[in-house]
């Protein structure tokens, strides 16, 4: 009985690896060069959902900078969603993150005398605290973390303008494919 049961979850398993790979060649047909895609911080829910950050070469060979991406199970189907915008609030309410992009959309045309924050959104995507901080430093990205509520939050600055928040943003998901907000230094949260 024992024996049946382990052969069961890992036939478990191979489906649902081979169904991340049929979703994975669906999203990297989003990619100029699908046959280039590197996936990261894959992680699947309960319900069958896959949320993640892909990137792919250029026509000229180089990566672009990753994306965040959904696959949304309905009718037997996966329905893409890849953000090309670094912002998209559907992908964020699917995969985590959604609360702090609201409240920093309601704040976006509030001044920020104390500078702008790149805060990574919480989450499977950014994994263990040490290891998230560690990449950032292997990157050479400055970085410190604060708790709120008990939980620890990565952030990064404050800038002194939001659009130097926002290349911090850009160039770490470009290069980790970790998802952040841009929002104001010292905000209620």
């Given at each position: 009985m024992r024996k049946l049961?382990?052969?069961?979850?890992?036939?478990?398993?191979?489906?649902?690896e081979n169904e991340v790979e049929g979703i994975h060649k669906q999203v990297a047909e989003h990619l100029h060069n699908p046959k280039?895609?590197?996936?990261?911080?894959?992680?699947?829910?309960?319900?069958?959902?896959?949320?993640?950050q892909v990137r792919g070469k250029d026509d000229n060979g180089q990566f672009e900078a990753y994306r965040s991406y959904v696959a949304v199970k309905?009718?037997?189907q996966y329905q893409i969603l890849v953000d090309d915008t670094g912002n998209n609030l559907p992908i964020r309410e699917l995969c985590g993150g959604a609360d702090l992009?609201?409240?920093a959309d309601a704040l976006a045309?509030?001044?920020a005398p104390d500078g702008w924050d790149v805060e990574v959104?919480?989450?499977?995507?950014?994994?263990?605290?040490s290891d998230m901080t560690a990449r950032l430093i292997e990157k050479g990205i400055p970085s410190w973390v604060e708790y709120r509520a008990g939980k620890p939050v990565v952030l990064m600055g404050p800038f002194p303008s939001k659009a130097e928040a926002d290349a911090r943003k850009a160039d770490v998901m470009a290069r980790l494919g970790t998802d952040s907000v841009v929002i104001q230094h010292g905000v209620e949260r």
């Open positions: 049961a382990v052969v069961m979850a890992v036939l478990a398993l191979a489906g649902c280039t895609a590197k996936f990261a911080n894959v992680r699947i829910d309960t319900q069958g959902m896959v949320c993640g309905r009718d037997g992009q609201r409240r045309d509030q001044p959104i919480q989450g499977a995507n950014m994994g263990a605290l």
